[in-house]
């Protein structure tokens, strides 16, 4: 089905959303109904200046707000002959939110409308090489269809009814795990969005469909801090276009309790995740032979426990910054016994002296794979339903059996121009797992993560990016992005007659 015949209406309404998720006292409201661009959530010091316009109108006491997002991308995948391994395509997503807050109770409804254009045939290659990029990934959950009209968020929010900060939100709503706060230090704000949130629990907002969650959200502030509880079901979505059902089968409660403290802030979070969904429609990826997995209808049930640290340190030079996070799993995988882990150390570094404000940060990632696969225990990390471009910026990888040691250079040369760079040695954990891609769950007819095989190697890529952002107004911004991958042993295997390749895209976003 052609959908440019919505297009007029939604461009009329345009869209874009401004749902302010609950956060501790004496802080800003947080937006998870905002598709921030790529580059976007630089602390002050290093970001374009921009400001949020008015409402467009209000109607019933309802404020209406919109935006506009459209993306243009190329991804030069590895070489996988006889297929397009080349494909530019583009992707428009329209918003149109509708808020009404008032003292004890606020309403809600977001509508998203996505358009995709280009998007190639012939994107798709038998396993091993499979989906070759987000173009293949877009074409297998939607065939031939362009587009699609969803309802993103619609919930109904009672607030204060314990306190200052309260509330409990019930209905369908984005959350991000890790962004539960807003500090009033723009740095601390800066590692949380791009360095902490959506390791576990996230939208998938670089998709054009991303995914909402139903369920119910419970915010507490005791004792100068803050309690968060979220019970929900994933929406389908990300690269399903179809975006209005919940996948029945998956569903997780998490916890998280964040206490600030001078200069940072500490977080122990908990998760418990499951997932009935069944071969041969839903097939778990791991490193077990096909037929032994296809076999396999027994449910993941996933428990997390973890924490992480975030702490900064201000002198006359400049200001250092200090993370660590880390998650411990448990539970069963299928047939399988589960028994992960991961952790994360980085450490950055803003020069007083410089007037361009730069930013150098380093640090290393490192996720459990598994050594064995007849052994009865499942030892990847799983990641849940994260959103793997927060920390794959070219996300031809995810954070399960993953090892990550990069670093970073960000700088503003003007007040509205944003620069980054970073360069990324990669490795897996275990040769013996594989190479793992993608974000977890959105629909019920396929996993969502996929695996290709390491053959008992390690040597996964070296990445380069750059990216810039740029605030054409107070209300429009453009950004550029350039990752080329260079790759090693691994991506040898599935792609042996060229392992090297880049993705590249321009973004244009306007808010009304």
Not at 423 to 431: D, E, F, P, Q
Not at 440 to 451: E, I, L, P, R, W
Request: aromatic content about 12%.
């Amino acid at each position: 089905m052609n959908h440019f015949s919505f297009l007029p209406i939604t461009f009329l309404c345009l869209t874009k959303v401004a749902l302010a998720q609950t956060v501790a006292p004496a802080t800003a409201p947080a937006t998870p109904g905002q598709s921030v661009p790529a580059f976007a959530a630089i602390p002050k010091t290093l970001s374009p200046k921009t400001l949020s316009p008015k409402p467009l109108a209000k109607v019933a006491g309802f404020a209406l707000s919109a935006q506009l997002r459209t993306r243009v991308e190329n991804w030069n995948w590895f070489e996988t002959p006889g297929f397009k391994d080349n494909d530019t395509f583009s992707g428009t997503q329209l918003r149109l939110n509708a808020l009404k807050s008032g003292k004890r109770a606020d309403f809600g409804l977001d509508l998203q409308e996505v358009f995709l254009s280009g998007v190639g045939t012939g994107t798709v290659a038998p396993a091993p090489q499979g989906a070759l990029g987000f173009p293949g990934n877009y074409r297998a959950a939607n065939g031939n269809q362009d587009g699609a009209l969803s309802v993103k968020q619609g919930f109904v929010r009672w607030k204060e009814f314990a306190g200052r900060g309260s509330s409990v939100r019930l209905g369908r709503f984005e959350f991000n795990d890790g962004a539960e706060t807003v500090s009033k230090d723009p740095t601390l704000n800066w590692l949380k969005q791009q360095r902490v949130s959506q390791r576990l629990i996230g939208t998938f907002g670089f998709s054009q469909v991303g995914r909402s969650f139903d369920g119910a959200q419970l915010v507490l502030n005791p004792a100068g801090g803050n309690f968060t509880a979220v019970a929900a079901r994933p929406t389908e979505g990300v690269f399903q276009l179809n975006a209005n059902d919940n996948i029945d089968s998956v569903r997780f409660a998490y916890g998280a309790y964040t206490k600030p403290f001078s200069a940072g802030e500490a977080r122990l979070f908990g998760l418990i995740y499951k997932d009935a969904r069944q071969a041969p429609q839903s097939v778990k990826s791991d490193n077990r032979p096909a037929a032994i997995r296809a076999l396999d209808s027994e449910e993941i049930r996933i428990y997390t426990l973890g924490a992480n640290f975030l702490k900064t340190l201000d002198t006359r030079a400049g200001k250092t910054d200090f993370l660590a996070w880390g998650a411990l799993q448990g539970g069963d995988w299928g047939a399988l016994n589960h028994k992960a882990n991961a952790f994360a150390l980085e450490a950055g570094y803003q020069p007083k002296t410089s007037r361009l404000h730069h930013w150098f940060r380093a640090g290393y990632f490192r996720s459990s794979g598994d050594s064995n696969p007849n052994d009865g225990t499942h030892g990847t990390f799983f990641s849940v339903l994260p959103t793997p471009r927060v920390y794959a910026r070219f996300p031809f990888f995810n954070q399960m059996n993953s090892q990550d040691l990069f670093a970073q250079w960000m700088v503003r040369p003007s007040a509205k121009l944003a620069l980054r760079a970073e360069a990324h040695k990669l490795n897996l954990t275990s040769g013996s797992d594989l190479w793992y891609s993608g974000g977890g769950a959105f629909q019920d007819n396929s996993f969502g993560v996929s695996g290709r095989p390491a053959n008992g190697h390690r040597d996964l890529a070296t990445l380069l990016d750059i990216s810039a952002d740029y605030a054409l107004s107070a209300q429009t911004s453009v950004g550029l992005y350039l990752g080329q991958a260079n790759g090693g042993q691994v991506i040898s295997q599935s792609y042996p007659q060229g392992n090297n390749g880049h993705l590249a895209f321009v973004e244009i976003s306007h808010k009304f």
